[in-house]
Each structure stands twice: as C-alpha cells, then as structure tokens.
C-alpha cells in the first residue's frame, strides 16, 4: 500500500538535499563559460550565492543520512550494503571538504581539482545511495 508517513519525509527531504547540492554543482559548471563573459566576477558572485543555498542543504543531507541510518535494522543488511554505506559516507565527507576548500582558496588549480572532485564524489555518493536501495 503507498502511504504517506515520516519515512516518504524523510527519503523526500534527502532527496531534496542531493538535488539542491549535486545539482546545483552541475548547473553551475555548466554557467560557467557564460558566467566569464559577463564578467571576470561573475563566475565568483554566482558562485557565493550558490553556497549561500547548497550548504544548508548540504547540513540537510547530512541529517537526513544519519536518520536514514537509523532507520535501518542492521541485522536486516548485508556485509556489502555497509561497504557501500562505508563508501558513501566517506564520499559525502570528500565532496563535502572539497567543496569547503574549492570556496576557501585563490589557487586556481586547487580549485580545479576540489571543484571537479568534490562534484565527482558527489555523484559517486549519489550513485552509492541508489545501489543501497535497488
């Protein structure tokens, strides 16, 4: 029976966050390129405001894994659900501090490097996430 409970919140809410956070990453590597012709500050000014809305969603995703680890029966899974449940989590924290670094620093190739690989754990997370429920 489709119901709507806590559960459909809560897998709605993380869902919610992954969109905002692994989207928007993509969204906004696409704007890039436009963003340089309007202006040399533009990629930066979009950028600032882009992680005015991701880190809270982030923090959102965040919570809302730890709930859905909670939520699990660990005598219920395997020993390859919590490798890949291992995997993802260590994949959120990498995405996370790349992200954090990509913002902080002025060094272009630094932030080359933790721009792309903070979206690609991102994804990686995300793809961890669908194997975890399928």
């Known amino acids: 029976m ?3 409970d806590l559960d ?3 897998i709605l809410l ?3 966050g992954v969109a905002v956070w692994l989207g928007g990453q993509i969204v906004l590597a696409a704007l890039v390129p436009v963003l340089r012709s ?3 500050d533009a990629p930066r000014l979009a950028a600032r405001r ?3 809305v991701a880190w809270p969603f ?3 995703v965040v919570v809302t894994g730890f709930w859905n680890v909670a939520e699990v029966d660990p005598g219920s899974v395997s020993a390859g659900y ?3 449940l291992g995997i993802k989590l260590l994949l959120v924290a990498i ?3 790349a992200a954090f670094v990509h913002t902080a620093t002025d060094n272009k190739m630094v932030r080359g490097i933790t721009g792309g690989g903070g979206a690609v754990a991102a994804f990686g997370a995300f793809l961890c996430g669908v194997m975890m429920v399928s």
Do not use: D, K, Y
Request: hydrophobic residues 55%; without cysteine.
């Open 14 to 16: 993380h869902l919610l």
């Open 38 to 40: 309007i202006g040399e």
């Open 50 to 52: 882009f992680g005015q």
């Open 58 to 60: 982030f923090a959102l």
């Open 8 to 10: 459909t919140i809560r």
């Open 82 to 84: 919590n490798a890949v």
């Open 95 to 97: 995405s996370g501090v």
């Open 2 to 4: 489709i119901s709507f």
